[in-house]
């Protein structure tokens, strides 16, 4: 039912203030999650799920994004001739397709309803993906990734699709949260989404985790919608507008969500990924171990 589903958009123009001072010179989405920058398994995601084109909306400072995924010919051209094939192999992923990338620019923090809108000219008319590059996902053993299960209930029932994820009840009123309505053989459609919720009047436990399909007819929306929380244009805003209109399906991730713009969010990110990781993970587990060893020492000496 839904049309497939070929372009991305990354909001990437935002200040990673929440885990100042890392990135007064370095963009948020560059800072090393393990082995490779946040942004990286963002892209993977996106990419696995089917994207052929991701529109990076940035701002300034943020150039080595955009350098990250281009070729680095000395750097490739120096590791062939050192013979170097497991790097080279390791930078295969870094690399995006000549036409499959463009970056505008977001010139002002105006919200994440305005960085979507900065992409209209380049997504056109035609539905498209939203990723917020904070939050990796890592699916349980043999679940889907988020995009790529989502995917799955758009082209089922069309429409808008949001992503999920479960938290204790008792955080609730900390995020965004979608009131549930008639279940489907795939995913469930959304009633109503509440951005933190007084304490106690969640209609759900089931937290908008960042993934988003969303249909062109929120561009038009966003053009004209006014400022919301933080004097910025909300996109809750604009798709709480759109549900007017259009049909809402959430999806329910299977797996973790690690917010790396948090800095407890980033060092859970860290630990679980180093761990995850089939050629480091023995390793990794016993360095944690050790440092967890000398931490309790010292806290009880």
């Known amino acids: 039912m839904g049309a497939k589903i070929r372009k991305a958009i990354l909001p990437v123009a935002g200040f990673g203030t929440r885990v100042l001072p890392a990135t007064k010179a370095v963009p948020k989405e560059m800072l090393a999650v393990f082995d490779r920058p946040a942004i990286q398994y963002v892209v993977d995601e996106a990419r696995a799920a089917g994207i052929e084109h991701i529109v990076f909306v940035t701002g300034r400072n943020k150039s080595a994004i955009e350098d990250y ?109 979608v ?4 279940k489907k053989t795939q995913g469930f459609e959304i009633a109503d989404m509440v951005e933190k919720p007084a304490i106690g009047t969640a209609p759900s436990n089931l937290y908008i985790n960042g ?15 006014e400022r919301g929380a933080g004097g910025e244009i909300q996109l809750t805003d604009g798709m709480h507008k759109l549900m007017a209109q259009q049909t809402f399906h959430g999806v329910e991730f299977q797996g973790r969500v690690y917010d790396c713009g948090d800095k407890i969010g980033y060092l859970r990110a860290t630990a679980a990924l180093a761990l995850a990781n089939g050629g480091f993970s023995a390793d990794a587990r016993a360095a944690l171990a050790e440092e967890l060893a000398i931490a309790a020492a010292r806290a009880g000496s």
């Not at 009131?179 to 008639?182: K, N, P, R, S």
């Open 179 to 182: 009131a549930v309505g008639a």
């Open 211 to 225: 993934r988003y399909i969303l249909q062109p007819q929120i561009f038009n929306i966003l053009e004209t919608q």
């Open 69 to 177: 995924f281009d070729v680095a010919y000395e750097l490739e051209e120096s590791l062939r001739q050192k013979n170097k094939t497991a790097q080279l192999e390791d930078l295969k992923p870094t690399r995006l397709e000549a036409g499959a990338a463009s970056f505008v620019r977001q010139q002002y923090p105006n919200g994440l309803g305005h960085a979507v809108w900065c992409a209209r000219d380049i997504i056109g008319d035609e539905p498209f993906a939203l990723l917020l590059p904070d939050m990796i996902m890592v699916p349980d053993s043999g679940a889907p990734g988020c995009l790529e299960a989502m995917m799955d209930v758009h082209a089922a029932h069309g429409g808008n699709v949001i992503g999920v994820s479960a938290v204790a009840p008792e955080f609730a009123h900390q995020y965004g949260i």
